[in-house]
């Protein structure tokens, strides 16, 4: 498939995206077991992952935001994250579970679940769709992970490059 001047190959196609989000609202089923459970998604990247995944979780679930930034170049997390948008719901004595698009360095996701932890959530874990483990800085525990991706730049299904992308219904590789 070519985009523009973006060549981008699919990596993980929209049929397998389906049969992993069934599978991940199953394990959180299993584990929570009826409990009202808050989910917290990651903006922006999250937000086509969660809508999939919460209709697929059989639990009284509510839903929040949270939008993170960190600066430095588009591609690189320069490890100073702060919270652009913050919660609206109160997070003390929760089951919290994290929706998170990619961990890539670990930066981010681990930020955010220092961040929540000083809330104290009665239980705090993370579901995220895609690891990218060669990048990792910082050791981060996925609850619940959809795919481990390789070290290439991935978008669509919520993951954008430059804000472009998101769109795609599966998830692309982009090669240059
Ligand atoms: P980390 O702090 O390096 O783990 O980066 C996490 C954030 O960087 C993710 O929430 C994404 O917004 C962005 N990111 C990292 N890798 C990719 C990628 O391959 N595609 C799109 N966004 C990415």
């Given at each position: 498939m070519s985009h523009r001047k973006h060549r981008?190959?699919?990596?993980?196609?929209?049929?397998?995206?389906?049969?992993?989000?069934?599978?991940?609202?199953?394990?959180?089923?299993?584990?929570?077991?009826?409990?009202?459970?808050?989910?917290?998604?990651?903006?922006?990247?999250?937000?086509?992952?969660?809508?999939?995944?919460?209709?697929?979780?059989?639990?009284?679930?509510?839903?929040?935001?949270?939008?993170?930034?960190?600066?430095?170049?588009?591609?690189?997390?320069?490890?100073?994250?702060?919270?652009?948008?913050?919660?609206?719901?109160?997070?003390e004595g929760r089951d919290v579970l994290v929706i998170e698009d990619i961990v890539d360095t670990g930066i981010t996701i681990s930020f955010l679940l220092d961040y929540l932890r000083r809330k104290k959530p009665a239980s705090l874990k993370l579901c995220a769709l895609t690891d990218k483990p060669s990048r990792r800085q910082v050791t981060v525990s996925i609850d619940y992970l959809g795919f481990t991706v390789p070290d290439k730049f991935v978008v669509g299904y919520g993951l954008d490059f430059d804000e472009k992308f998101r769109y795609l219904p599966d998830i692309c590789s982009m090669e240059n």
């Open positions: 981008l190959e699919v990596l993980i196609s929209r049929e397998e995206i389906s049969q992993v989000v069934t599978r991940l609202a199953s394990e959180i089923n299993r584990d929570y077991r009826g409990k009202p459970l808050l989910l917290i998604g990651v903006l922006k990247g999250a937000f086509v992952f969660m809508a999939d995944l919460v209709r697929q979780l059989g639990l009284p679930v509510e839903v929040d935001f949270i939008r993170l930034s960190s600066y430095g170049a588009a591609r690189e997390s320069s490890g100073r994250v702060k919270v652009v948008q913050g919660l609206k719901t109160p997070v």
